[in-house]
């Protein structure tokens, strides 16, 4: 088996500003663990399901009703990549 035969096709980003909430919704419609954050035609971070989990809800001060993938993503800059 190759890896493109079991990977997601058709990759598509949302922005920062997207509500936490539709992130969840996305991920459970696509069955996916992660969304891709773009914003001005770059990557600018990803969200994980764990991300929304400890970055968010076990945070005592977390929101969700306003937080963002803006508020619970990792940042590009810190995801490991060639040349890092």
Not at 37 to 60: F, Q, S, Y
Request: charged letters at 30%; proline letters at 7%.
């Amino acid at each position: 088996m190759k890896v493109k035969d079991v990977m997601h096709k058709g990759v598509d980003w949302v922005s920062p500003d997207t509500p936490v909430s539709e992130l969840a919704k996305l991920m459970r419609e696509h069955d996916i663990g992660a969304i891709p954050i773009g914003e001005n035609d770059r990557l600018i971070g990803i969200v994980t399901c764990r991300d929304i989990v400890c970055k968010g809800l076990a945070d005592d001060s977390f929101d969700a009703s306003n937080a963002t993938a803006r508020d619970v993503m990792t940042p590009k800059s810190t995801q490991p990549g060639p040349g890092r």
